[in-house]
């Protein structure tokens, strides 16, 4: 595989610990939201995400936004959700972030849109995610489209999945991943973990079965602001895993304290990823809470960032 010119790559590939942000783009068509998120950001993250559609919410488009991104100084990794659109627009989309560009790109289903403001909204899901993965691998490796015809320029992106260890059935998640690490990812960005020692359990299984021997593992973070935050998520987020401790430990700080502890918490969880075999980096996902980053990565000792030369 010919490298990217993704910072993130060299990054993972140099042996440093990644350190990735997360940036959602607005519901307008006003820049001035992402170049103000993306100040907080900069120098700060080796690449931030720019979702596409979370929740399955009418927002700027991910490429358009990784866009303003690039010319604010931060190095994208565009998602794409196989949600919207065929593989008709997804290869031209591809063609058209490389052109601008965009080196780093994440694959994903993405949300159900009955979860959205547009319920009504018919769901393309041409492909999913991990065909999506194999095709983008295609097109960059091979110089193929999904049809095979020849591409004159290939788009060389780092390509990223994502995992969650914690959806039931919970011995089903590691299979999965192997499907993903099989079907060509080169990075794997985890939802938010809480229950470490389930996190663990699925590094280990991983482990033995050799899943990070070329594929880098960003564990997700989240800091919880508030008690009803990590509620929310314990009984209403499908897939999430928010131990009881947690809530207890929360819960027994007053309330104005409570948001730091939550940042302590993540930061803790950040020194135990630093030292767990199989996890090459961090994917801190601070929710509309982009000003807190950082104060976190600071405290977590993540700077200064490594720079080297494209």
Excluded at 142 to 166: H, L, Q, T, V, Y
Excluded at 247 to 254: S, T
Aim: contains cysteine; neutral net charge; charged residues 25%.
């Amino acid at each position: 595989m010919m490298k990217s010119g993704s910072n993130l790559e060299q990054i993972l590939r140099a042996g440093y610990f990644a350190f990735t942000g997360e940036l959602g783009p607005p519901r307008g068509a006003n820049s001035t939201k992402i170049r103000e998120k993306a100040g907080y950001l900069k120098g700060i993250v080796d690449a931030v995400n720019i979702t596409d559609n979370q929740t399955a919410m009418v927002r700027m488009s991910s490429w358009g936004a990784s866009i303003i991104a690039i010319q604010e100084g931060l190095e994208p990794n565009y998602q794409m959700v196989c949600r919207d659109r065929n593989r008709l627009a997804m290869q031209s989309d591809i063609l058209a972030a490389y052109a601008n560009g965009i080196r780093n790109i994440v694959c994903l289903s993405g949300d159900h849109q009955d979860f959205g403001d547009h319920p009504e909204a018919k769901g393309v899901f041409d492909i999913d995610s991990m065909q999506l993965i194999h095709v983008v691998k295609t097109m960059r490796d091979e110089g193929k489209f999904a049809s095979g015809d020849a591409i004159d320029e290939p788009p060389r992106m780092f390509i990223g999945a994502a995992a969650n260890p914690f959806a039931d059935p919970f011995e089903f998640r590691v299979r999965r991943l192997a499907k993903k690490v099989q079907a060509g990812a080169d990075f794997i960005q985890t939802q938010c973990i809480f229950n470490m020692t389930k996190f663990r359990e699925f590094v280990h299984r991983a482990l033995d079965m050799g899943l990070f021997e070329n594929v880098f593992l960003l564990a997700g973070v989240t800091p919880l602001k508030s008690v009803g935050m990590a509620r929310h998520m314990q009984k209403d987020v499908p897939g999430m895993d928010v131990p009881d401790e947690i809530l207890r430990r929360l819960d027994g700080v007053p309330r104005e304290k409570v948001a730091n502890e939550g940042i302590q918490i993540a930061c803790e969880q950040i020194a135990e990823f630093r030292e767990m075999k199989g996890v090459s980096g961090v994917h801190l996902m601070a929710i509309e809470w982009e000003h807190m980053v950082p104060e976190i990565a600071a405290k977590a000792n993540l700077l200064p960032r490594p720079q080297l030369c494209p």
